[in-house]
């Protein structure tokens, strides 16, 4: 096991277009380290910079505390596991383990204790004698890992592992990856442009965009206090709503009405001009659900909910608004970065399962403005983290 250490990692292909630019992440031993962002932003680079696929253009990459920039991908000690799990088709189970070993020359004896250890760890006891083309994509993928293990690997690198399989299947195995990375405690390092299992899977989440490093943080952190605009529009689902806001006395004024904001958020964004507010849609709440004297009068507006979703459990609804033709522009810009879907000027509230109503009748909510963000709409700077 091993600590990871990239120091302003750089990559530049032939064209001089830098994939990756001045990326810098510490991986602590058996840590689990998330890389995520949109198509094209460097993740798969950055993975094969680390296992050896790939040339360094810049910085240092460190393992275990040893610089490996010139080191080939079979000194490295280091296990990647593929989309595909490149396993052997004519091989059993049991060889397609072995493999690694066999290559190594290692004695017979060392070799079937290991494989059985491996095997009983993944649950793959029974399956040792059949060909992986017989198997589940489940258990190939404990086949691969299987693989990993007896080469006693410093590091786990997985690149979109799950990205072929079903949607079930991939919540199975998103499950199965993350127990066995607990249970073995091998630093883990896994790209993936699903923030689902980014944030699910993962101690610490690297988000990237075009190269570069926007934020590195644990899940929660990432939904809580995201840096900037992106970020905080890419993770979560529905996404973030973004507003054009202003803020004056104390007050944030949004399409639909003028509201308190806590005097923190206040101080840092007061007489900035135009900002763009970011609410989530869980921080709205139908008031007739919570009950009109709970409520703060003052954070509650009329809104017209033109469709709702309900889902059982919880529902969504959408609030349309108007907003000026350059704003609008700006959502759309933002929405485009983050991969997402193209963000209309609606509003997309989470209310209570029991709150009620025709689509298109008025209904009061109440909007948290202690959970709002204010970003500068230029440079897409959260002015708000932590206050
Ligand atoms: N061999 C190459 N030669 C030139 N440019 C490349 C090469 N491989 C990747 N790139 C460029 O580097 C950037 C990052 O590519 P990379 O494959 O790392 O993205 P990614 O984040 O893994 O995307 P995806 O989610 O689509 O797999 C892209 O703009 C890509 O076009
Ligand atoms: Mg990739």
């Given at each position: 096991?091993a600590?990871?250490?990239?120091?302003?990692?750089?990559?530049?292909?032939?064209?001089?277009?830098?994939?990756?630019?001045?990326v810098?992440?510490?991986?602590a031993d058996?840590?689990?380290?998330?890389?995520?962002?949109p198509?094209?932003?460097?993740?798969?680079t950055?993975?094969?910079?680390?296992?050896g696929?790939?040339?360094?253009?810049?910085?240092?990459?460190?393992?275990?505390?040893k610089?490996?920039?010139?080191?080939?991908?079979r000194?490295?000690?280091?296990?990647?596991?593929?989309?595909?799990?490149?396993?052997?088709?004519?091989?059993?189970?049991?060889?397609?383990?072995?493999?690694?070993?066999?290559?190594?020359?290692?004695?017979e004896?060392e070799?079937?204790?290991?494989?059985?250890?491996?095997s009983?760890?993944?649950?793959?006891?029974?399956?040792?004698?059949?060909?992986?083309?017989?198997?589940?994509g489940?258990?190939?993928q404990?086949?691969?890992?299987?693989?990993?293990?007896?080469r006693?690997?410093?590091?786990?690198?997985?690149?979109?592992p799950?990205?072929n399989?079903?949607?079930?299947?991939?919540?199975?195995?998103r499950?199965?990856?993350?127990?066995?990375?607990k249970?073995?405690?091998?630093?883990?390092?896994?790209?993936?442009?699903?923030?689902?299992?980014?944030?699910?899977?993962?101690?610490?989440?690297?988000?990237?965009?075009?190269?570069?490093?926007?934020?590195?943080?644990?899940?929660?952190?990432?939904?809580?206090?995201?840096?900037?605009?992106?970020?905080?529009?890419f993770?979560?689902?529905?996404?973030?709503?973004?507003?054009?806001?202003?803020?004056?006395?104390?007050?944030?004024?949004?399409?639909?009405?003028?509201?308190p904001?806590?005097?923190?958020?206040?101080?840092?964004?007061?007489g900035?001009?135009?900002?763009?507010?970011g609410?989530r849609?869980?921080?709205?709440?139908?008031?007739?659900?919570?009950?009109?004297?709970?409520?703060?009068?003052?954070r509650?507006?009329?809104?017209?909910?033109?469709v709702?979703?309900?889902?059982?459990?919880?529902?969504?609804?959408?609030?349309p608004?108007?907003?000026?033709?350059?704003v609008?522009d700006?959502?759309?810009?933002?929405?485009?970065e983050?991969?997402?879907?193209?963000l209309?000027?609606?509003?997309?509230?989470?209310?209570?399962?029991?709150?009620k109503?025709?689509?298109g009748?008025?209904?009061t909510l109440?909007?948290?403005?202690?959970?709002?963000?204010?970003?500068?709409p230029?440079?897409?700077?959260?002015?708000?983290?932590?206050?």
């Open positions: 096991m600590t990871i250490e990239m120091k302003n990692i750089v990559k530049k292909y032939g064209d001089g277009f830098p994939a990756v630019n001045d810098s992440i510490d991986v058996g840590e689990f380290l998330i890389l995520v962002g198509s094209g932003c460097g993740k798969s950055l993975l094969r910079m680390i296992v696929l790939e040339d360094i253009s810049g910085g240092d990459m460190v393992i275990g505390g610089r490996v920039n010139d080191l080939a991908p000194d490295r000690n280091l296990s990647m596991v593929f989309q595909n799990y490149a396993l052997y088709p004519h091989l059993s189970v049991y060889e397609n383990i072995a493999f690694p070993l066999r290559l190594q020359k290692r004695p004896k070799i079937d204790e290991k494989v059985r250890e491996a009983k760890t993944l649950d793959l006891d029974e399956h040792l004698e059949r060909k992986p083309a017989n198997l589940s489940g258990q190939r404990r086949v691969a890992m299987g693989r990993a293990i007896v006693e690997a410093d590091a786990f690198l997985f690149d979109e799950l990205s399989l079903d949607a079930k299947l991939r919540g199975q195995m499950t199965e990856i993350a127990r066995l990375q249970k073995l405690g091998i630093t883990t390092v896994y790209v993936t442009h699903d923030q689902t299992e980014a944030m699910t899977l993962g101690d610490r989440v690297a988000v990237m965009k075009r190269g570069i490093l926007q934020q590195l943080a644990t899940p929660r952190e990432l939904y809580e206090q995201p840096v900037n605009l992106f970020v905080a529009g993770i979560g689902s529905p996404p973030m709503n973004f507003l054009p806001a202003t803020v004056e006395n104390g007050q944030v004024t949004l399409p639909f009405g003028t509201f904001l806590p005097a923190a958020k206040a101080e840092r964004t007061q900035k001009g135009l900002l763009m507010a609410i849609p869980e921080h709205f709440e139908d008031v007739s659900v919570i009950g009109a004297d709970e409520v703060d009068s003052a509650t507006f009329e809104a017209t909910i033109d709702r979703e309900w889902l059982g459990d919880q529902q969504y609804a959408y609030v608004y108007e907003a000026e033709p350059q609008q700006q959502l759309r810009e933002l929405a485009r983050a991969d997402g879907d193209s209309r000027t609606q509003l997309v509230v989470s209310l209570d399962a029991a709150s109503g025709e689509d009748e008025h209904t109440f909007i948290d403005t202690d959970r709002m963000h204010l970003f500068d230029a440079t897409g700077e959260n002015l708000t983290v932590g206050v």
